[in-house]
């Protein structure tokens, strides 16, 4: 799908799905005060599929987590605003929250072994998701958690209702995992790296499934994932984070043939390409650095190949580099200074 | 949370590439490493101890009751068991009160024969905290080296091990050491009954409880022994023994520590019990729990102190090792670090 | 499944055996029973004529089969102490033991599922931690303390209840029932609460810890996840995958109640089993512990055999070990 569909799509409303706006969130610890995500914003729009990447603790889940509400204590919202179809969701509390989970939010996690309740039939866990969205007799129920079933291919839907999730194997799981998400039919999904869990062989054939099931319904998909390859085959959009911060954002085919941020520069050359005949991959020196000692300025500056002063002392926002955004010093041009563009809801 | 790797313990790491700058009047190691002091210190378990206040007055007030149990003969103001220096007349005294005959004051009152109930206390905690530790060592030693075996050895030395840890394991600790008891006074001539009844007793309370330490030692040597360093020491030709000693045990001291404080708690626990039911230390070393059944039959005529303060004192201590061995094992679990 | 109930038939009577071996062992070299018996005044030749007679003679072995062969009947001779047999005496006296067991355990099993459930979801509320501290105490204080305590308060000082012994009992046949009777009642009030305060805590601090643990779980998480109500995911969720390990815990409790029984009866003179044991270990009474030791060992495997087939009952991921993996 190209970005002209997409903006065809939010031709209509203007207003996106899911809006994000200098999103903080902050974990109280005895070492003082952690800053888990600082400053992120995006926007998703109606049916997009936007990837998020980055490395293991850049704060990706924690974003997903903190959008549908269930971010663990200590962990808060410590400023910034969550618009689900314009109206602030990040304050809701308890039953308005509940709410929304799963009926207009959705999220789905890593492990399918462990995300289903060993005790319950495979039934009776759509039964009672949609029993607790939908006003449907529990009959009713019952003969759509069959279709859904099919739908998401699970192979001789009548008798596999009634099975346990041990009697799946690790893709037939997470299929049943994508149907209870899908069930009560909601706008977005958030998918937090739905496919790391599972053989390789089978992760192409439930990211196929994901990307075919919401573009049926509809539906958006915050993609959640360290591995590019995935994103380059599914996303409309792309955000790169690093250390609770985006990095970069912008359309994938943009992102992934002419990356802007060094830092996505460096994640795209370290994807080893068959037949590319390089002798070393390319390697970022250094790690990402721990959330009690996050440098000034740019957090990527002590590993960046490019950085002048600037970077040490300022932090940049996201601005306009090529077709994408990128937050780095290299692309201020004439946007000097700017720290949150108030038009970056759009995507780009 | 990062997941960057850490290159030294506890400050943070400097910029790659920066120096520490000599300070002036150190020594020349710019670089030293913090002192183990100063390690504990500021490590996480120190943390979680100094903030917690209930885990402090129980660490204070175990080693309280420790040490005045343990230095008993040094500091109790009467000797209990010396029947010269007892005076019948000065039984039945209540606490702080002058007895109408003597006209002595005991703080904690006297037993039916004059004993100072205060000086007895102390006597028998210091059995009582004698025979809990020693039960634990036993029961520790034994576990572990049958745990250890178990895990390096494997096949039927490993599966014999486990069928007789979990059979036991299914015996509450109070019947098999009250087998071991029976069995004693059975075999053992009357003679020397009294004087082997401790050794016996430990032996009894630390046979009912070492299959933990057995399996988690287990456990934990399982874990370890197919590991690289284990196998590149075997290829070397370490002996097993030392393979087991420096490398796997102390990977181990950790979760042992929290069993030998629980442990150690249900050791006197069990202790007291057996002496209360009559089948434990002999009468002319008296413990708590000896005490306290003594004291039980004066319940009626109103002395209630006899049976009150031995009774107060076996709580404080079993609660104060207890909350002790709560706090390490939270502490010590890293799925509870919030 | 048929596979599974013969293989843990096996285990138990593999148990069974070796226990009788150890009461065995116990009975016959303990002690010489010839002379515990007899007394002092016998003459050879009736000693001689004993001997014979309980197969004191026979090869080890065979003596060993003997035992099993009257074991399994029941009879274990007479004992020292009483001069009565002792299956007789155990008989009599199980019942008051067995009541207070299955009181005690019935309301320790209640009364910690609901204060562990209680604790574990409403972790920071100042009546858990006022719970979880009175736990704390509960697992530190010894039961015979307990025990004296209450006789102390209710006894001695409030004259409200009965310090000793069962009260009057209604025989009905082969068993005999305090429950029947208000001083029965009375008197079981004291025993009950000293037995059961102690698998009490054990059995809340399990179910406490047990749903904090399931609390955290990916499933929970993803029941959240989907919406759903607190009610379902706690009671329906959570609740039902915390008490699948407390069913093997209680079992074991079980079993042990009975142990502690010792500590109950000792203190409130209970006319039981244990108090039996006690006095036996006390006079060297060996027959009465042999006994005393095969009826306990069959009581545990009997439990740990029905907790094992309630497992298979209760948990698919055992059931369903036949019918397909996963494909």
């Known amino acids: 799908m190209s970005v002209s569909h997409i903006e065809q799509m939010n031709a209509g409303g203007g207003v996106p799905l899911l809006s994000v706006r200098h999103l903080r969130v902050e974990f109280p610890s005895r070492r003082g005060m952690l800053v888990a995500i600082d400053d992120v914003s995006f926007a998703i729009a109606r049916g997009e599929v936007l990837g998020v990447v980055g490395e293991s603790g850049a704060g990706k889940s924690l974003t997903g987590a903190a959008i549908i509400g269930l971010l663990e204590p200590p962990g808060r919202i410590a400023s910034g605003e969550i618009l689900l179809d314009g109206e602030p969701i990040h304050a809701l509390r308890g039953e308005a929250m509940r709410r929304l989970r799963g009926r207009r939010i959705a999220m789905i996690f890593q492990d399918p072994l462990t995300s289903l309740n060993p005790l319950y039939t495979v039934g009776q866990h759509l039964v009672e998701t949609m029993l607790t969205h939908l006003e449907l007799s529990p009959a009713a129920a019952r003969k759509r958690a069959l279709a859904l079933l099919d739908e998401v291919g699970i192979p001789a839907p009548a008798q596999r209702i009634d099975h346990y999730p041990h009697q799946f194997s690790g893709g037939m799981r997470q299929r049943v995992v994508i149907a209870l998400a899908l069930c009560a039919e909601p706008e977005l999904i958030i998918a937090d790296e739905p496919t790391t869990a599972l053989d390789v062989s089978v992760q192409a054939q439930i990211i196929a499934l994901l990307r075919r099931l919401c573009r049926q319904h509809h539906t958006a998909v915050m993609l959640i994932t360290h591995d590019m390859g995935v994103i380059a085959e599914t996303a409309d959009r792309v955000a790169v984070m690093y250390a609770g911060r985006l990095a970069e954002i912008g359309p994938v085919a943009e992102v992934v043939r002419a990356p802007a941020h060094p830092y996505t520069r460096g994640l795209m050359g370290s994807i080893p390409v068959l037949g590319a005949g390089v002798e070393r991959l390319v390697q970022i020196d250094g790690a990402m650095p721990r959330l009690s000692a996050i440098p000034s300025g740019c957090a990527f500056n002590p590993r960046c190949g490019e950085a002048f002063a600037r970077c040490r002392s300022e932090r940049p926002g996201l601005m306009p580099a090529g077709a994408t955004r990128a937050a780095c010093w290299l692309y201020a041009g004439d946007c000097e200074g700017l720290s949150a563009p108030a038009r970056d809801e759009e995507g780009a | 949370m990062s997941s960057a790797p850490q290159s030294s313990p506890s400050p943070p790491s400097p910029p790659p590439g920066a120096r520490r700058p000599a300070r002036a009047g150190t020594a020349a190691h710019a670089e030293t490493r913090p002192s183990r002091w100063a390690r504990l210190v500021d490590s996480d378990l120190f943390y979680s101890f100094i903030h917690s206040p209930v885990t402090v007055l129980s660490a204070l007030v175990t080693l309280v009751l420790v040490i005045a149990a343990l230095l008993a003969p040094a500091i109790a103001p009467h000797n209990p068991f010396d029947p010269a220096t007892l005076n019948l007349m000065d039984g039945f005294t209540r606490p702080l009160q002058a007895n109408e005959f003597t006209g002595n004051v005991y703080w904690l009152g006297t037993d039916a024969q004059g004993r100072d109930l205060f000086s007895a206390i102390l006597y028998g905690a210091r059995v009582s905290i004698l025979v809990g530790f020693a039960a634990v060592a036993f029961a520790a030693l034994l576990g572990i080296t049958l745990g250890l075996i178990a895990g390096y050895r494997g096949g039927w030395v490993d599966s014999l091990i486990m069928r007789i840890a979990d059979v036991q394991l299914s015996f509450p600790a109070i019947l098999v050491a009250l087998l071991i008891f029976g069995v004693f006074k059975g075999v053992a001539p009357p003679a020397l009954q009294d004087r082997m009844a401790v050794y016996v007793l430990v032996v009894a309370i630390g046979l009912s409880d070492w299959v933990q330490y057995a399996r988690t030692v287990r456990s934990s040597t399982l874990a370890e022994k197919n590991k690289e360093y284990v196998q590149a020491a075997r290829v070397i030709g370490v002996p097993a023994p030392l393979i087991l000693l420096r490398h796997i045990l102390p990977n181990v001291m950790g979760p042992v520590l929290v069993i030998a404080t629980i442990g150690l708690a249900l050791a006197i626990i069990l202790e007291s019990t057996l002496s209360f039911l009559g089948v434990g230390v002999p009468p002319t070393q008296p413990s708590l729990g000896t005490l306290i059944r003594v004291g039980q039959d004066f319940l009626f005529s109103g002395e209630w102190w006899i049976v009150f303060f031995p009774g107060l004192t076996l709580l404080l201590l079993a609660l104060a090792v207890n909350l002790l061995g709560d706090w390490l094992r939270d502490a010590l679990n890293p799925r509870l670090r919030r | ?327």
């Open chain 3, 1 to 327: 499944m048929f596979a599974f109930i013969l293989r843990r038939l096996l285990q138990s009577v593999l148990v069974m055996l070796t226990v009788a071996l150890v009461s065995f062992g116990l009975f016959r070299y303990i002690g010489d029973p010839v002379n515990n018996m007899v007394g002092q005044e016998a003459s050879m030749a009736e000693r001689e004529a004993l001997r014979e007679s309980l197969g004191l003679n026979e090869p080890v072995p065979l003596q060993f089969l003997r035992f099993v062969g009257n074991a399994a009947q029941g009879e274990f001779g007479m004992s020292y102490r009483m001069a009565r047999p002792v299956a007789d005496v155990i008989v009599e006296r199980l019942p008051a033991t067995l009541e207070l067991a299955l009181i005690s355990g019935v309301g320790a099993l209640a009364l910690g599922i609901a204060l562990g459930v209680y604790t574990a979801l409403r972790r920071e509320g100042w009546l858990s931690h006022a719970i979880m501290g009175l736990s704390l105490v509960g697992v530190s204080l010894p039961t015979f303390l307990i025990g004296i305590l209450l006789i102390y308060v209710f006894a001695v000082e409030l004259k409200m209840l009965p310090a000793f012994g069962r009260g009057e009992v209604v025989d009905l046949g082969w068993w005999t029932t305090g429950l029947l009777t208000t001083s029965g009642l009375k008197s079981l009030i004291m025993p009950a609460i000293t037995l059961g305060l102690y698998q009490l805590t054990l059995i809340m601090r399990l179910v406490r810890a047990e749903m904090l643990e399931v609390l955290r779980t990916d499933y929970i998480k993803f029941a959240r996840a989907r919406g759903l109500t607190d009610r379902a995911v706690h009671f329906g969720h959570a609740l039902k995958n915390t008490l699948l390990p407390v069913i093997t815990i209680t079992g074991l409790q079980i079993g042990s109640i009975i142990a502690f029984a010792i500590i109950t009866e000792t203190v409130f003179q209970w006319p039981g089993v244990g108090l039996l044991f006690i006095t036996a270990v006390q006079f060297v009474d060996i027959p009465v512990m042999a006994a005393y030791l095969v009826l306990i060992a069959l009581i545990f495997v009997v439990i740990n055999l029905i907790v094992d087939l309630l497992y298979f009952v209760v948990d698919p991921r055992l059931r369903v070990q036949r019918t397909g993996r996963a494909h």
